[in-house]
T-cell receptor, first 112, second 117 residues
């Protein structure tokens, strides 16, 4: 099992460009989450999903959109990237609420 | 307010010393879950422990132990006889159960532990 994978691992964008980060899990988990990690800030929840076709906002959702068309995939989109979105993005999945979350390796995004 | 405070930003110890990482949380819920994760220099997040609010028993796993005290809203983590491989950032996290939070994690800002040989 690959667990949770994230694509790409690194990306550099210019302000105003768009991109999509892909998270995939092969554990048949219902719950999936997107976090961002900034220096000295810990991880903060962007959006999450409790099942295929459902999404909800987390603590810092502005500037991001998500989709969960397939149970195993959770996509995070940036429509118009801003320098403030420079961060490391982590995806996680969990079989149920309040269980251990399994994290992907992260995507380092730089917006110039 | 739901909040996790890790007051120690950085700790440096010499190998074989014991070290305690502090975690204080705030929640209005009676049912909640607490977690610790480790982030080594390679960057991945490694799950260490989950504890629910009704289980105040201390837990020991090898050199790791956790002390959960509801009276002081603390969930501290102790590493006994630290090793260089313990060098990492350690995050404490809270998962409250209010209003359909769906297991979302509220992280502290982390404590960077450096263990020197």
């Amino acid at each position: 099992n690959a667990g949770v994978t994230q694509t790409p691992k690194f990306r550099v964008l210019k302000t105003g460009q768009s991109m999509t980060l892909l998270c995939a899990q092969d554990m048949n988990h219902e719950y999936m989450y997107w976090y961002r990690q900034d220096p000295g800030m810990g991880l903060r929840l962007i959006h999450y999903s409790v099942g295929e076709g459902t999404t909800a906002k987390g603590e810092v959702p502005d500037g991001y959109n998500v989709s969960r068309l397939k149970k195993q995939n959770f996509l995070l989109g940036l429509e118009s990237a801003a320098p403030s979105q420079t961060s490391v993005y982590f995806c996680a999945s969990s079989p149920a609420a309040y269980n251990e979350q399994f994290f992907g390796p992260g995507t380092r995004l730089t917006v110039l | 307010a739901q909040k996790v405070t890790q007051a120690q930003t950085e700790i440096s110890v010499v190998e074989k010393e014991d070290v305690t990482l502090d975690c204080v949380y705030e929640t209005r819920d009676t049912t909640y879950y607490l977690f610790w994760y480790k982030q080594p220099p390679s960057g991945e997040l490694v799950f260490l422990i989950r504890r629910n609010s009704f289980d105040e028993q201390n837990e020991i796993s090898g050199r790791y132990s956790w002390n959960f005290q509801k009276s002081t809203s603390s969930f501290n983590f102790t590493i006994t006889a630290s090793q260089v491989v313990d060098s990492a950032v350690y995050f404490c996290a809270l998962s409250p159960s209010y209003g359909g939070s769906q297991g979302n994690l509220i992280f502290g800002k982390g404590t960077k532990l450096s263990v020197k040989p």
